[in-house]
């Protein structure tokens, strides 16, 4: 048959990839050619399966036109139906009799991860998989391609759960998938998570409390059992392990987004739901900037927050300059490069309900946030209303000054745009998460600080680390020399810096929920896994896979005080010097306390002019 003309098609979302290559093992390739052509390379005759599919096509060549579309059509189902896969719009427009909501319900079920091969389910005990699929909308969740199980599990949510497949290597040991921008999936799986914690919140006995006490039994769960999922796939090696610092704020970000619209007083899908009344959350509403950051920080210092001015002029409260500014967005995307991340392509992503994330080499940020500051009072959004929240990412123990400007970097916006008669403003935060492993930690209690600056000095009372405070002395003395002329080309910048990653800074954060955001971001060596006890473990180290003190430097003596935990012999020696004493007590000093750090502005070269909008911190 192989020389017969005649040929074959497979449509199928789900094929056993590895059980068409010339060998059955993932790990080791063939060298067994099924033929050889005339230049004597080999060719095995296997077509790599293809993946190119429609995407993005609707009944009109345009999906969007810049400036037409309201704030109320934008937050629709028919709207988010258009993007993505023909299959939703196609049963809306098509269907007059079938209710939107049940196109949502269609699509929820379609979220079930379903183990369709009966022989790997004693294998394949996945924790929490009703879970697995509607988080990797929301969250993007990136599966290891070196592991089996995950393997497998990518391949079932591609035949059952509608992840998409975007490339199939000719080795087809693995395929590179995820989930790209399509609203009404992410609504649906929003929707999917809520029915899940729904259920496990409140139980039997839950609907009969009040509401308010049902919706924060409801939040709770999503506070305790989100991070305990991904923590859980994460400790069976499913999920790539390179980006979990993303992934903790992405997931933040998701939460605080949720917890924000079940929140909201004003909602009454929610209150129909929690009342027994038939109904579904929408979770596609946009939401107030101030209310997605007080469910985002903690009570205790969304105060200071609110209250920053901007680090870069003079200017409003960020609670005054956001008060009309509104998120809207249900997943992230990936930024493929800085052009993504401009007013315009922030105002096209904003219409499909998403948020940035960085990929490959983005400078300066990880995530961008979507913001819409309605101009002149108007309802329909485009570029010239849009601003942003960028998010940059680091998971260092020790504060760093780390300075985004969306302006100089991005050219982010297309001309200083204007709201109001003012410049739209912008916010920048930076989550330094600073989680060690277990056998690293100090274990020094988070706290949360103020640091406002006033003409490069810092406020009396105030703590901050040496290298933080020289950063801002330096650049308090730069903005001290912008002109008034400059100033009206430069968009107001509130700079949020947040240290630590417990309950006492965000609010997210259950109290008993800081250990899995811990064994998420804790660092693990190589030997994190090995099977036999401490001691072992520290024979292995011996061997010195890795450099460490004191296991690595057991077989030296020194004649001093060792930093390397080595033994100390006394020797005379014309080196030792007393003074050395003051060196070695002040060197590996403990990690500086949690603390999040909120940059203003004063020019103090206004000469005899009182700063009435400048307030000092408490």
């Known amino acids: 048959m192989m020389n017969a003309p005649v040929f074959a098609l497979f449509l199928s979302t789900y094929s056993r990839l590895s059980d068409t290559v010339p060998t059955s093992s993932r790990n080791f ?12 390379s080999y060719d095995d005759n296997l077509n790599a399966p293809f993946v190119e599919l429609p995407f993005d096509v609707w009944k009109e060549p345009s999906l969007v036109i810049e400036g037409t579309h309201s704030a109320q059509e934008i937050c629709s189902l028919k709207f988010m139906a258009r993007f993505g896969r023909p299959l939703f719009w196609t049963v809306l427009e098509n269907t007059p009799s079938i209710d939107d909501e049940e196109v949502v319900k269609y699509a929820m079920s379609k979220l079930e991860l379903r183990l369709e091969d009966t022989s790997r389910d004693k294998s394949c005990k996945f924790p929490l998989k009703k879970l ?28 059952n759960s509608m992840r998409t497949v975007y490339s199939v290597p000719k080795h087809q040991q693995y395929l590179r998938g995820g989930y790209p921008s399509e609203p009404f ?73 949720d917890i924000a619209i079940l929140k909201n007083p004003d909602h009454e899908h929610v209150n129909a739901v929690l009342s027994g009344v038939s109904g579904d959350v929408s979770f596609s509403q946009m939401i107030r900037v ?47 490069d800085k052009s993504t991340i401009t007013d315009e392509a922030i105002y096209l992503l904003f219409l499909r ?61 297309t001309r200083p745009q204007m709201q109001n008669g ?23 209690q988070p706290e949360v600080k103020q640091v406002s600056m006033i003409g490069g000095t810092r406020q009396q009372g105030q703590q901050a680390g040496r290298q933080t405070n020289e950063a801002q002395k330096n650049m308090s003395r730069e903005l001290s020399q912008i002109t008034r002329s400059q100033a009206l080309h ?51 180290r011996r061997m010195k896979p890795y450099w460490v003190a004191p296991s690595s430097y ?24 007393d003074n050395d004493d003051e060196y070695y007590q002040n060197t590996n000093e403990e990690a500086e306390d949690d603390m999040v750090v909120v940059n203003q502005y004063s020019d103090t070269e206004d000469a005899g002019a009182e700063d009435t909008d400048t307030e000092d911190a408490s």
């Open 29 to 40: 390739w063939s060298s067994r050619p099924m033929s050889s052509n005339c230049e004597g």
């Open 132 to 159: 697995i699929p509607p988080l990797s909308v929301r969250v993007d969740l990136s599966f290891e391609s070196n592991r089996d199980e995950a393997v497998f599990l990518e391949g079932l949510l591609v035949a």
């Open 185 to 257: 999936v992410a609504e649906a799986a929003a929707r999917a998570i809520f029915t899940w914690c729904h259920a496990k919140g409140l139980g039997r006995i839950g609907s009969t409390l009040p509401q308010a006490e049902q919706i924060e039994m409801i939040i709770a769960t999503y506070k305790t059992n989100i991070p305990y999922a991904i923590s859980q796939w994460l400790e069976l090696g499913l999920i790539d392990q390179g980006t979990r610092e993303e992934l903790v704020v992405r997931m933040l970000c998701t939460l605080a987004h």
């Open 290 to 336: 101030e209310d997605f950051l007080r469910a985002l920080i903690s009570e205790k210092y969304i105060g200071d927050v609110l209250d920053a001015r901007p680090s870069n002029l003079r200017g409003e409260m960020l609670r005054d300059a956001f008060k009309d500014g509104y998120v809207h967005f249900t997943q992230f995307v990936k930024a493929g």
């Open 353 to 413: 309900a998403a948020a940035i994330q960085g990929y490959g080499n983005m400078a300066s940020t990880d995530l961008v946030i979507p913001v819409w500051i309605p101009t002149n009072n108007s309802q329909y959004p485009d570029r010239w209303s849009m601003s942003a929240i960028f998010i940059q990412v680091k998971n260092r123990v020790n504060k760093q000054f780390i300075l985004i400007d969306a302006q100089e970097t991005f050219q982010f916006f």
């Open 422 to 444: 003012r410049k739209l403003p912008y916010i920048t935060i930076v989550m330094e998460l600073g989680i060690l492993a277990a056998e690293q930690k100090k274990a020094p």
């Open 490 to 540: 430069i968009h107001p910048r509130h700079e949020i810096a947040i240290k630590g990653c417990s309950s006492r800074v965000y609010n997210v954060l259950g109290d008993e929920d800081n250990c899995h955001y811990s064994n998420i971001l804790a660092h693990k060596d190589m030997l994190a896994e090995h099977p036999r006890s401490e001691d072992r473990v520290e024979a292995v």
């Open 554 to 577: 057991h077989w030296a003596k020194m004649n001093k005080e060792s930093r390397l935990g080595a033994e100390v012999v006394n020797a005379n020696n014309n080196n030792n010097d």
